[in-house]
């Protein structure tokens, strides 16, 4: 039995030399060690013995179970040190090593645009408010003066709903919402997308952007409308842009005008873009018309004001010298990616 447990000492000590896992040393662990393992069995047999020799054995038994599991203990140590110091050296970071190029979104050229046109108004002044792509015909068209015969009431210019309602062809119906709801001073801006029958070409499209303008106080004049306009134009375009002022016609304001600024193609030399007279128009603008003040609750007699309206995606395109409207809305990636 003493040859037999001298055996098994040295192989459990060997085979836990030889290791080299942690799986392995309690595979050993069982081996050996375990209920049923090798040393534990010899324990089991030491009732065969004389009493005089079992002292002896079961002390150089107790003895070889130290020395395994002191083996075992040192070997677990060392092996999970090991495995520690190979998850540090995995896990180093080389920082000589060039960065991971990281792929960082873009503000679309529309956005940018707007942007900066909020941040010049603003600058002026101007509040921004919102309102409701689905509109009422009172505050479309009514409300502003527009006579139901008016051609602008046409089914082939705007998307009509039914039951009164129908998609809104301008933002001035927020503006309408506001001097309905707000006593003047008023001095907003009121970006947004509208909507119209038109058809798709390089310069039309059935959904596009404006930003209407609107300031009611009292003793507001064209020489502010036209001061608030050249300068918005200088900031977008440059100070060396002419700006020009044409006498036109809208139902909402009296009297009113269209504002030219030097094409940026060709610097106010005539070219195809502005079809030779170096001119090209960015907004229609105007005196705010008294109907339209009397119907929100705001005396003409007292107040006046001015109103402009901005198209952005003209505005963008000509900005960046965009030939087609349609770039802006097809979201091709070789496009967008030059903002």
């Known amino acids: 039995m003493k040859q037999l447990l001298e055996t098994i000492k040295s192989a459990a000590l060997e085979a836990i030399k030889n290791s080299s896992n942690l799986k392995e040393t309690d595979e050993i662990r069982v081996k050996y060690l375990g209920k049923k393992g090798e040393l534990t069995a010899i324990l089991k047999q030491m009732g065969s013995l004389t009493p005089e020799e079992r002292p002896k054995m079961g002390q150089l038994v107790n003895e070889a179970k130290a020395l395994v599991e002191e083996q075992l203990a040192n070997k677990n140590a060392e092996l999970k040190d090991a495995e520690i110091a190979g998850k540090l050296k995995a896990e ?8 991971k190029k990281t792929t960082v979104g873009k503000l679309h050229p529309l ?4 942007d900066d046109m909020i941040d010049i108004f603003q600058s002026m002044g101007f509040d921004i408010v919102d309102g409701p792509e689905v509109e009422t015909d009172h505050y479309n068209f009514e409300s502003l003066n527009v006579p139901a015969d008016h051609p602008a009431r046409d089914m082939q210019d705007t998307f009509y709903l039914g039951e009164g309602l129908l998609l809104r062809t301008q933002t001035s119906a927020a503006q309408i919402r506001t001097m309905e709801n707000t006593k003047p001073p008023i001095r907003i801006i009121c970006p947004g997308r509208v909507f119209r029958a038109d058809e798709v070409d390089a310069t039309h499209s059935p959904v596009f952007h404006q930003i209407e303008g609107l300031v009611v106080d009292k ?8 001061g608030v306009l050249e300068q918005f134009a ?3 375009y440059g100070k060396d842009t002419a700006v020009k002022f044409r006498p036109s016609f809208f139902p909402f304001t009296e009297p009113s005008v269209e504002v030219d600024v030097t094409c940026s193609e060709c610097g106010g030399k005539g070219c195809r873009v502005c079809k030779g007279s170096g001119w090209i128009e960015i907004l229609g603008a105007g005196m705010v018309h008294p109907n339209v003040l009397r119907n929100c609750g705001i ?10 309206g901005i198209g952005l995606d003209r505005l963008t395109t000509t900005r960046y010298k965009i030939s087609d409207i349609r770039l802006l809305f097809e979201n091709d990636k070789r496009f967008l990616e030059q903002f």
């Open 111 to 114: 956005n940018k645009v707007l």
């Open 219 to 226: 003793g507001i004049t064209m020489c502010d409308l036209k």
């Open 299 to 308: 005396d003409p007699e007292v107040y006046s004001g001015f109103a402009f």
């Open 234 to 236: 200088h900031e977008i």
């Open 92 to 99: 180093t970071l080389d920082i000589t090593m060039p960065a």
